[in-house]
């Protein structure tokens, strides 16, 4: 009997885990569904400008194009690691971008090829501070952060945002937006590698939230399996 019971209070705690989990994928899959959907819907919309990052709702002005005039700052730049293009390693090169209206963003100017050992740097196609007009897709911050590419969405190691570790690594604070450019005014500075649009799949956590269930079914399964093989015993004692 005691078998039976301990046998059965490890069931329904496995169980509540498996269920759990099963939740949490499923919440993932949702959230990634409907990301898709925003994105889907919005890199069709109509052009918006500076004006309506502070009108509308993120959810309104995510992933759409926006044209912009301002200036480039060019000794404000990172270049981040693990950029992949073709299957070719490189950078993606992040520069500090001024508007008319003196407000800061960060613009992804697009990928480079790393340099031909770890001690040459990439060749990285420069930038001035003169006035332009950019043409970009706008990532908003908080809705970047709702789901990564990874399958478990780990966060970064300190917690902290994409745009808050830009930041800090530069002392300076910016708009909770940041773009990828696509255009600009002067034809030297569009990018030959834009930084492209993340692949629009749910990605595999249905199929996980339906494994997490399996393995309930398995544990609960495995304690019939466990009952009967002691009521089995109980009666060949009688």
């Known amino acids: ?12 705690i496995l169980v509540a885990l498996c269920i759990q989990g099963a939740r949490w994928q499923f919440d993932r899959h949702e959230i990634r569904h409907a990301k898709n959907d925003l994105i889907r819907a919005n890199i069709v919309k109509p052009l918006i400008g500076e004006s309506d990052l502070g009108k509308l709702k993120e959810d309104d002005v995510a992933w759409r194009t926006i044209s912009i005039t301002g200036r480039f700052i060019p000794e404000t730049e990172i270049l981040l690691r693990n950029r992949y293009h073709e299957g070719q390693y490189g950078f993606g090169v992040i520069t500090l971008f001024q508007s008319s209206s003196n407000k800061k963003y960060w613009v992804d100017r697009g990928w480079v090829i790393a340099g031909k050992d770890a001690l040459t740097p990439p060749d990285v196609s420069p930038v001035d501070s003169d006035l332009i007009t950019i043409e970009a897709r706008v990532r908003a911050e908080k809705l970047e952060s709702q789901i990564s590419g990874t399958v ?3 966060p ?6 994409q745009l808050a570790r830009w930041n800090n690594e530069k002392s300076i604070m ?5 773009f990828d450019l696509i255009e600009a ?20 956590h249905l199929a996980y939230s339906l494994q997490w269930v399996l393995f309930a079914g398995l544990v ?18 009688l």
């Open 1 to 12: 009997m005691k078998r039976i019971v301990g046998a059965s209070l490890l069931a329904v």
């Open 185 to 204: 005014s002067r034809s030297e500075f569009i990018p030959e590698v834009p930084a492209s649009l993340p692949e629009l799949s749910d990605g595999p």
């Open 152 to 154: 478990f969405a780990v």
């Open 174 to 178: 910016t708009e909770p937006f940041y």
């Open 156 to 161: 970064g190691a300190d917690g902290s945002s």
């Open 220 to 237: 609960l399964f495995g304690l019939y399996l466990v009952v009967r093989e002691e009521r089995k015993v109980q009666a060949e004692k």
